[in-house]
């Protein structure tokens, strides 16, 4: 099943602690934001973002499966 | 292993929990916990849910569709003893319940004062029900509030009733605080934050008598307070009682084998857990960040489904991580800077609140601390994790202006 990755920006607080389990997908620039490089990562990245769904102190991040 | 008990329905608990069945253990698993409520997320209590009274900010992920995990719960009942022999854990309401596999996760309690007694207007912060207490209390009695203890939660409830439009005051009995997490000059610089948003800080003093009738601090350095709220955040004694005479070894928590293990069996995680940490030469550590009980908790979770097949070089060898959030300043720490050697400002300055420092020792770098410095703090985790050398750091943190 198609799945993407969602970032509630209004919780986001740019701990970084996504970008440090999965830099390819998460980025927080100088600016102190966070990007999201790839909202549809391939299913072999699937464990590394349940981790940082997981792990986000704000629990800012979830997966929308579709 | 067909009964696993999870003593302690807390942050490592629940991950504890939640790694059991990820990993396929489809036998019984009971969590035990003393306070009434399911797992919950302890860093809003001083934040968020303070400011706001919504208690959806302390949800944690997963808990509320837990059905699927086959959980037991045993809520409400504090553990009172454990039988290593017997394979049972005692309690407080006179039950019993067996185990093949046991994962301590009992946490820690906040200490208290002599000098500020419980009473009316008096309050620690641990708990959800101590957070509830505190901000009723806060409706109910307008007026300066005083936080006993300037250290992290203490720092917290200060910025959020700051915020909320409060006299505060601090009072900390060390001249600098947080001196062991961050260091004097990193120390002094959160002070100073402080008084940047108009908090009273007063350092090198404690209390000597709370006139609680006339909602007076007199304080050891002859000087007193006025307080309608008083906040009592001096640390945490991890919560051991219930293991006394078990066998196990204790002492500041429960001393555990550089994989997490206890006793045969029997594992330990978050704040209760002690144990070496090979990333720092294999100094014994106890651990109290939200994150250590996120990754702790799974960790010794697959140690003890594993048993005796678990590869004993595999250990559990983190750097530490931690944030707190105070006015519009995120505070991070990396590794350690207890023992560091040098300590040295690599991006940014204190004046302006934005800054790395890094914290080095004999040759290696050993921690990094910053302010809304996010970045860089994980690229800096990523450094200590690898043992990278002081050299190389300073060289990687050459760009962060």
């Known amino acids: ?66 | 292993m067909r009964r696993i008990v999870v003593v302690g329905a807390s942050l490592a608990g629940w991950n504890a929990a939640t790694t059991l069945r990820r990993e396929g253990f489809d036998g019984t698993l009971t969590m035990i916990g003393g306070e009434p409520e399911r797992p919950y997320d302890r860093p809003p209590l001083s934040k968020a849910y303070l400011a706001t009274g919504d208690e959806a900010k302390v949800a944690l992920h997963g808990v509320a569709t837990s059905d699927e995990l086959a959980i037991e719960w045993r809520l409400g009942s504090d553990a009172t003893g454990l039988d290593v022999a017997g394979r049972t854990v005692r309690l407080a309401d006179g039950g019993e319940v067996p185990f093949d596999g046991l994962i301590i996760a009992t946490g820690a309690q906040a200490r208290t004062l002599d000098s500020v007694p419980a009473g009316p207007g008096v309050h620690l912060l641990r708990t959800l029900a101590d957070a509830r207490a505190l901000r009723a209390d806060l409706d109910r009695r307008p007026g300066p509030v005083a936080v006993i203890g300037a250290g992290f939660i203490g720092a917290e409830v200060a910025a959020t009733c700051r915020q909320a439009g409060r006299e505060v005051a601090i009072v900390e009995a060390a001249p600098v605080p947080l001196t062991r997490s961050v260091g004097a000059e990193v120390g002094e610089v959160c002070a100073a934050l402080h008084r940047d948003h108009g908090v009273d800080v007063r350092l090198g003093t404690a209390v000597a008598r709370h006139d609680a009738e006339a909602g007076v601090l007199e304080l050891t350095d002859g000087s007193t307070l006025s307080a309608s709220v008083v906040v009592v955040g001096v640390g945490v004694t991890p919560c051991t009682g219930w293991l006394e005479g078990s066998g196990l070894t204790l002492g500041d928590g429960v001393l555990c084998d550089a994989t997490g293990l206890a006793a045969p069996g029997i594992v330990a995680a978050g704040d209760v857990a002690r144990w070496p940490n090979r990333l720092y030469d294999g100094e014994v550590m106890r651990v109290e960040h939200w994150d250590n009980a996120i990754d702790m908790g799974s960790f010794v979770a697959r140690r003890l489904l594993a048993g005796e097949a678990w590869d004993p070089a595999a250990v559990f060898e983190p750097v530490p991580w931690f944030w707190s959030d105070q006015y519009d300043r995120k505070l991070q720490m990396a590794g350690r800077a207890a023992g560091a050697d040098c300590t040295v400002v690599v991006g940014g300055t204190f004046e302006e609140r934005r800054v790395v420092v890094l914290y080095g020792r004999a040759g290696r770098l050993i921690g990094a601390f910053g302010m809304n410095r996010p970045r860089q703090i994980v690229q800096s985790r990523g450094l200590i994790a690898r043992r990278c050398s002081w050299d190389e750091a300073l060289t990687v943190a050459a760009d962060w202006t």
């Open chain 1, 1 to 66: 099943m198609a799945w993407r990755v969602v970032v509630d920006m209004d919780l986001c607080e740019s701990n970084a602690v996504c970008m440090a389990i999965l830099p390819e997908v998460f980025e927080v620039r100088d600016d102190d934001l966070l990007y999201v490089l790839d909202e549809t990562p391939s299913d072999s990245m699937r464990d590394k973002v349940e981790q940082a769904v997981a792990r986000c102190p704000k629990q800012a991040i979830s997966i929308a499966e579709r």
